[in-house]
T-cell receptor, first 113, second 115 residues
Framework: NAGVMQNPRHLVRRRGQEARLRCSPM?????VYWYRQLPEEGLKFMVY????????ESGMPKERFSAEFPKEGPSILRIQQVVRGDSAAYFC???????????FGEGSWLTVV | AQSVAQPEDQVNVAEGNPLTVKCTYS??????LFWYVQYPNRGLQFLLK??????LVKGSYGFEAEFNKSQTSFHLKKPSALVSDSALYFC?????????????FGTGTRLQVTL
């Protein structure tokens, strides 16, 4: 019974490139959440998605960041034209449709050089 | 808006002693409260949650937490700390409006257990 799967675990991008982070939720989970953790800081909510719908994107930066959760396949967090300040750990979490607990993946560490 | 406060950046305790990691919350409705633990370079692991019922909630690895509505607190406790408990602990809250909503996390408390 696999948990939340994130890939890549580590990603290095040069400034101006694009970063794509993927997340496969736990089996049976239809809700996906993305959080960002900056070094020595807590988790900041970014976006909450259900299949084919963005439910809450109040934590997403207005530019360069987008997220999707298609009917088939993993959820994708896309960061265009990355800057050094985007360097962080990006965590995906999932929950069942009627559940309260969210379960986290191991994270994707993005380094922008 | 919902929020969580973890007033201590770090808690130091000797192995074998009891530990408490503090958390207070603010939410418009009744709260759902959670504790997670994070080890270095890892994701967050769920420890325990309060939804309703008994104010004392028991969770993984011998941890427990006490919900106090009047003080809007949900402190994490363990009777006897282990060195292996050393990690970063996050308290989180969501409201119970009946629709799924995001978890809001505190800034985390680093627990250091020493021999």
């Amino acid at each position: 019974n696999a948990g939340v799967m994130q890939n890549p675990r580590h990603l290095v991008r040069r400034r101006g490139q694009e970063a794509r982070l993927r997340c496969s939720p736990m089996k049976g989970h239809s809700h996906v959440y993305w959080y960002r953790q900056l070094p020595e800081e807590g988790l900041k909510f970014m976006v909450y998605l259900q299949k084919e719908n963005i439910i809450d994107e109040s934590g997403m930066p207005k530019e360069r960041f987008s997220a999707e959760f298609p009917k088939e396949g993993p959820s994708i967090l896309r960061i265009q034209q990355v800057v050094r300040g985007d360097s962080a750990a990006y965590f995906c979490a999932s929950s069942p449709s009627s559940g309260n607990t969210i379960y986290f993946g191991e994270g994707s560490w993005l380094t922008v050089v | 808006a919902q929020s969580v406060a973890q007033p201590e950046d770090q808690v130091n305790v000797a192995e074998g002693n009891p530990l408490t990691v503090k958390c207070t919350y603010s939410v418009s409705g009744n709260p759902y409260l959670f504790w997670y633990v994070q080890y270095p370079n890892r994701g967050l692991q769920f420890l325990l949650k309060y939804i309703t019922g008994d104010n004392l909630v028991k969770g993984s690895y011998g941890f427990e937490a006490e919900f106090n509505k009047s003080q809007t607190s949900f402190h994490l406790k363990k009777p006897s700390a282990l060195v292996s408990d050393s990690a970063l602990y996050f308290c989180a809250v969501r409201d119970n409006t009946g629709t799924a909503s995001k978890l809001t996390f505190g800034t985390g408390t680093r627990l250091q257990v020493t021999l």
